[in-house]
């Protein structure tokens, strides 16, 4: 007690007794030194001495920094509050201002989205408009800067070119070039068939910074399911422009053209090994179109014209198997339609001779010999129309017009095999199915080889023409073939 006596005396004497700074002695109170802001400590010690702007205070005789006056910062932390700073926000912003008063301007910045500040459609995802576009603070704005070509004039619809960018960031692109990202084929513009079978489709695309050009282009028919082969089906097969072209005008791939199915049954004489059929018919359809070719002024010389008023479908005729053939067809279609295929209509003696097989034959049924001399058997349904309903185990009784060549008429072709060179089987369905209008003279046209409509198999034999109709005629049960004095397939 006595020595914390001693020291307590000591203080207050020092409190007490202090100098000026005149050199005279200054006394300060006990309570001065504790708290006095300018005798904190010791007499004369002035907390605020050069620090005009700071704010002290004297905390139990040490002085204490309070902060800076309303207005001031003391960023270099030496409580001075030198630096005058209007204090905006703790996060810095892009203004080219020291928003939070460190004495730093614009640092530490949270940048924002293209949208916000560059111009950038909210709808434009592209990396181009969003991820590539880099942002800097310049003087107090942001400054952005995109990939090449993109934005170069303020993000405007003068930006945009044709390319793979969204050049003008507005969410579209290419939006200001016509046609592009359109459907387009690869014979768009070309007069039909166009690329026929080769024809590809695909889109515009950019061709150049304003243009687009299609996508697709003019496939190769060897690459095509059935090759280049030109098939009577009313298909350009091997692209070169032409529709079921045939051997007098096989257009510029010309190693393709439809090549039909004939029988040599003379040394200059060609016929159809099948009853004519339209390119459209199927196994269960006989197809659509007629066979007028021309008028009259523009039909070859012996050709009658067509009908006044009648469109002229240009149908041609195709010898296929396993199709409904043509009937219903006018005597005046035939001559049309087989002078437009390069040949003409079969006279009475060439369809006569074709259905005889050279053998001396009485009907139209295979194999030459007896078969062919000899009436129906049950290996011979030629769709005649006889009944045979009284066995209806046996197969191939036939109602009506069956395809071509059906494999239910067995039997029912002249047989040609091997001779004159001949590998088809024979002439199909010469008896049968169809009667086939020939000519044997002017406005003459002899029907031979009866149809399913035939009641009597005698008139459906081989010398059978007493049947003969004019050129306007037409029946259900009545078709053709083409005849050739050249062969069609070479």
Request: charged residues 20%.
């Amino acid at each position: 007690m006595i020595r914390l006596g001693v020291r307590f005396g000591l203080l207050v004497i020092l409190a007490l007794v202090c100098l000026s700074g005149t050199g005279a002695a200054q006394t300060c109170s006990v309570a001065e030194l504790l708290w006095d802001v300018h005798n904190c400590g010791t007499c004369g010690n002035d907390c605020t001495s050069g620090a005009v702007h700071s704010i002290w205070a004297c905390d139990n005789g040490s002085c204490g920094f309070q902060g800076c006056e309303a207005g001031w910062h003391d960023p270099d932390s030496d409580g001075e509050c030198e630096y005058a700073c209007g204090f905006n926000s703790a996060q810095e912003i892009c203004n080219g201002l020291d928003d939070d008063c460190d004495g730093f301007t614009d640092e530490d910045l949270l940048p924002p989205s293209p949208t916000e500040v560059c111009g950038v459609a909210l709808g434009a995802t592209a990396a181009e408009c969003t991820t590539g576009v880099a942002l800097s603070c310049e003087a107090g704005s942001w400054e952005c800067t995109f990939p090449g070509g993109v934005c170069s004039g303020g993000c405007s619809a003068g930006d945009e070119i044709c390319d793979d960018l969204d050049n003008d960031c507005d969410g579209l692109v290419n939006e200001n070039v016509v046609g592009f990202g359109l459907f387009c084929a690869s014979d768009d513009g070309i007069p039909p068939p166009g690329h026929g079978e080769c024809r590809t489709t695909g889109t515009y695309v950019c061709d150049g910074p304003s243009s687009t050009v299609c996508s697709a282009s003019k496939e190769d028919c060897s690459n095509l399911p059935g090759g280049c082969a030109e098939l009577c089906d009313g298909l350009d097969n091997d692209c070169d422009g032409l529709i079921d072209e045939i051997y007098t005008n096989k257009g510029s791939n010309a190693a393709y053209f439809v090549q039909p199915a004939v029988v040599q049954i003379a040394g200059d004489r060609w016929i159809f090994a099948y009853e004519a059929s339209r390119p459209d018919a199927t196994f269960a359809s006989s197809g659509t179109g007629n066979g007028y070719h021309c008028l009259g002024f523009d039909c070859p010389a012996g050709i009658p014209p067509a009908p006044f008023g009648v469109p002229l479908d240009q149908t041609p005729a195709c010898s296929v198997p396993d199709r409904k053939p043509w009937f219903g067809v006018t005597s005046v279609e035939v001559e049309q339609t087989c002078e437009s295929q390069g040949g003409f209509i079969c006279d009475l003696p060439d369809m006569e001779s074709a259905c005889k097989a050279a053998a001396g034959c009485d009907w139209g049924y295979a194999p030459r010999g007896g078969a062919c001399t000899t009436p129906f058997t049950i290996t011979k349904y030629c769709n005649l129309g006889l009944s045979y309903d009284f066995d209806l185990s046996v197969s191939g009784i036939q109602d009506g017009l069956l395809e071509t060549a059906s494999t239910e008429l067995l039997g029912c072709e002249a047989d040609w095999l091997g001779l004159l060179g001949n590998t088809l089987d024979g002439v199909f369905d010469i008896t049968g199915n169809l009667r086939e209008i020939t000519k044997n003279g002017s406005d003459v046209y002899p029907l031979v080889g009866g149809s399913f409509l035939s009641l009597v198999e005698s008139g459906a034999s081989c010398d059978f023409d007493f049947y003969v109709v004019d050129g306007a005629y037409r029946a259900p049960d009545a078709g053709f073939r083409c005849c050739f004095d050249v062969d069609p397939t070479l």
